[in-house]
């Protein structure tokens, strides 16, 4: 099964909280928690959810869902504060406790 998303990815994060983990059993998800999620009606992968913000509506979309290369690699890590505590973080990407836009 294959999905295609309709624009352009202006943003990537991993996230690392813990309602992220809980939502898709990983310690990191490349963004951040739902308003409203979509499964797939085969395998039950997240595919995409939103979130409502006072600016509009956001469409996420976890890269681990994608089977093409991103354009857009993530920026930094975001929730590092509630991240799991055996996951250790490898690269060289900015850390935020919270919100990269919070800081």
């Known amino acids: 099964m294959q999905y295609e998303?309709?624009?352009?990815?202006?943003?990537?994060?991993?996230?690392?909280c813990s309602n992220c983990r809980a939502t898709t059993g990983s310690a990191v998800i490349e963004d951040?928690?739902?308003d409203h999620a979509m499964g797939c009606?085969?395998?039950?992968?997240?595919?995409?959810?939103?979130?409502?913000?006072?600016e509009g509506m956001y469409v996420r979309v976890p890269y681990g869902t994608r089977i093409d290369e991103p354009a857009l690699r993530p920026m930094a890590h975001m929730f590092v504060g509630s991240k799991a505590p055996w996951y250790e973080?490898?690269?060289?990407?900015?850390?935020?406790?919270?919100?990269p836009w919070d800081s």
Do not use: K
């Open 41 to 54: 009606r085969e395998c039950w992968s997240l595919v995409y959810f939103t979130r409502t913000a006072p």
């Open 32 to 34: 951040n928690g739902p």
């Open 89 to 99: 973080i490898s690269d060289d990407l900015p850390q935020h406790d919270e919100y």
């Open 5 to 16: 998303v309709a624009g352009e990815f202006i943003v990537a994060y991993n996230c690392h």
